[in-house]
């Protein structure tokens, strides 16, 4: 009885020391999802382009995750998380030394491509590992804490790695960014250990991702969650730092550091709602309250001119906050698909999800090179607040359809209903 006792704390460290490895590959994923946008006006003056052109090279980190999500599931539902993102953290690496060393656009396009369809590993396989080694009562809160660490990550790739931009330059800042994921590749094999393995020929794994794709639910909850990542996608992760900059005068460490608390916002509410979520046992009623503040947040961001700096940095705050209720949509779409196709489900939420960052990131860019008025300094178009505040208004259209979904799917009081 001692071993078999000795042998399970030994097993849940194991899974506890995994699940941390994919949440730190989280961590690190976001670091890389946000990085150009701390770098848009070296970019800009060394390859001579346009806020939509630095859009749609950004976009291609999520033209690859949101890209690879259905795969990633599909592949983790039957070959398990361990030798995946072993694979993925050498990929990123890979990823970071091209767009640091290629002197072209299209190498930097396909940079950001390969980081992102590797990373898109991260927090899925953290998911993977929280669903097969602990207790559903403890799914969103694992995953809510994941989702912290990716915020975290967010954070970092703002104020702090522009410092590291300026003090070597963005190529030095890549290849120093490389190495992270070396580190998790080796911690992945080392950690991650695989407890179910889907089995069946290919024609078996796509019966279940069609199973899952003609479920009304998962569209529902999928678009939702694409109404959440909006502003932390398109204002956070890229277009607030120069708009910021522009309408309160900051540098762009300091802008950074002001839209980070976006992603500090997503932070601390992940972990808190999918706490209150498994412990009042539904799932719907804080999303659609989460839904509802983070688009009221980002209307008065981009509506209302001449906010003073204290209340941008709390809008940012509480956009993000309630943002975070994404988190119960991985939960509730995990709850009303079965068992065996878990991953896929969640892989399907995260493809729209990220996919913010791919429609959101190129199109906000679009709108500003259309308002765009001619100047320019230091050889990076400038914009007005005007054209800035007609481009967000797209993210508050996103935010209000997400509410509508919310609105329209199920609760399923936290239990799986399939």
Same mark, same amino acid.
């Given at each position: ?14 899974? $506890?020391?995994? #699940?941390?490895? =994919? ?9 890389? !999802?946000?990085?150009?946008?701390? +770098? ?34 599909? *592949? ?50 953290? +998911? ?12 969103? /809160? *694992? ?18 790695? !522009?410092?590291?931009?300026?003090? /070597? ?27 179910? !393995? ?11 991702? $069609?199973?899952?794709? !003609? ?9 939702? =969650? ?5 502003? $932390? ?41 999918? #706490? ?32 003073? $700096? ?20 991985? @939960? ?7 068992? =065996? ?30 308002? #765009? ?23 508050? @259209? ?21």
């Amino acid at each position: 009885m001692n071993k078999s006792s000795g042998g399970d704390r030994l097993a849940q460290r194991l899974a $506890l020391f995994g #699940w941390a490895t =994919g949440a730190f590959f989280f961590f690190y994923a976001w670091i890389l !999802r946000v990085a150009p946008s701390v +770098m848009i006006d070296e970019l800009m003056r060394d390859f001579a382009v346009g806020a939509g052109a630095v859009g749609s090279l950004s976009a291609f980190y999520f033209y690859g995750y949101a890209g690879m999500q259905i795969p990633v599931g599909l *592949l983790i539902d039957r070959f398990g998380p361990r030798r995946l993102m072993t694979v993925a953290g050498v990929g990123c690496a890979a990823g970071c030394v091209l767009f640091a060393l290629t002197p072209a656009l299209w190498g930097l396009s396909l940079g950001r491509f390969l980081i992102g369809a590797t990373a898109a590993f991260s927090l899925v396989g953290a +998911m993977a590992v929280a669903g097969q080694w602990f207790p559903p009562t403890r799914f969103a /809160l *694992l995953s809510g804490l994941a989702m912290m660490l990716g915020m975290a990550g967010g954070v970092f790739g703002q104020a702090p790695l !522009r410092l590291l931009v300026e003090r /070597l330059d963005w190529r030095q800042a890549s290849l120093t960014l490389a190495i992270g994921g070396v580190l998790l590749a080796a911690a992945a094999f080392a950690t991650v250990r695989d407890r179910l !393995r889907g089995s069946g020929s290919l024609f078996h794994v796509l019966a279940g991702t $069609l199973q899952v794709s !003609r479920n009304r639910q998962t569209w529902l909850i999928a678009v939702a =969650g694409l109404g959440t990542a909006g502003p $932390l996608l398109g204002f956070a992760g890229l277009w607030g730092v120069p708009f910021l900059a522009m309408t309160q005068g900051l540098d762009r460490a300091a802008a950074g550091g002001v839209t980070s608390m976006m992603f500090i916002g997503w932070g601390v509410g992940a972990p808190m709602l999918g #706490w209150l979520s498994d412990r009042i046992g539904r799932r719907k009623l804080p999303f659609v309250a989460g839904l509802v503040l983070s688009s009221l947040s980002m209307a008065a961001l981009a509506w209302v001119p001449g906010l003073p $700096l204290w209340a941008v940095t709390a809008l940012c705050f509480l956009c993000g906050f309630g943002g975070s209720g994404q988190i119960l949509g991985f @939960a509730a779409v995990r709850e009303t698909n079965p068992p =065996g196709v878990a991953a896929t489900a969640i892989g399907i939420v995260n493809c729209l999800v990220t996919g913010a960052g791919a429609l959101f990131q190129p199109l906000l860019g679009w709108l500003l090179d259309l308002a #765009w008025t001619g100047e320019m300094a230091g050889g990076a178009r400038v914009y007005t607040a005007a054209a800035y505040s007609t481009a967000f208004s797209v993210l508050v @259209a996103g935010g209000v359809v997400g509410v509508l979904c919310t609105l329209a799917m199920r609760e399923t009081h936290c239990r799986p209903l399939a």
